[in-house]
Nanobody, 123 residues
Framework: QVQLVESGGDSVQTGGSLRLSCTVS????????MAWFRQAPGKKREGVAR???????THIDSVRGRFTVTLDDAKTTMYLQMNNLQPEDTAIYYC??????????????????WGRGTQVTVS
């Protein structure tokens, strides 16, 4: 059974930094895509950053240069380093994982495995 568990969410001031972690278990595939999504109150869930098994990454325009997605050596923990946080970054952040690569995958429906989310509040 695949499990994804996020951690690291917190309340920070504008301009602050946080590092989110997503630990994956039961997901032992050599080719995969993992991603961070976020959902702000009253808004749809949106993809923020993604990384594949080769550590190729994509970041959406609004976070590029501020957020960085990485994968640990064992490929069991994905991180999202978030710098210069802004109030518009306030959301619940979710991690997601699926088989095969990341090509064409950045919608909620593209991922079958999800964590329960961690709250990030910027004020």
């Amino acid at each position: 059974q695949v499990q994804l568990v996020e951690s690291g969410g917190d309340s920070v001031q504008t301009g602050g930094s946080l590092r989110l972690s997503c630990t994956v278990s039961g997901f032992t595939y050599s080719t995969f895509c993992m991603a961070w999504f976020r959902q702000a109150p009253g808004k749809k869930r949106e993809g923020v950053a993604r990384i594949n098994n080769d550590r190729l990454t994509t970041h959406i325009d609004s976070v590029r240069g501020r957020f960085t997605v990485t994968l640990d050596d064992a490929k069991t923990t994905m991180y999202l380093q978030m710098n210069n946080l802004q109030p518009e970054d306030t959301a619940i952040y979710y991690c997601a994982a699926d088989l095969w690569g990341c090509a064409g995958k950045f919608r909620e429906d593209d991922f079958r495995n999800w964590g329960r989310g961690t709250q990030v509040t910027v004020s």
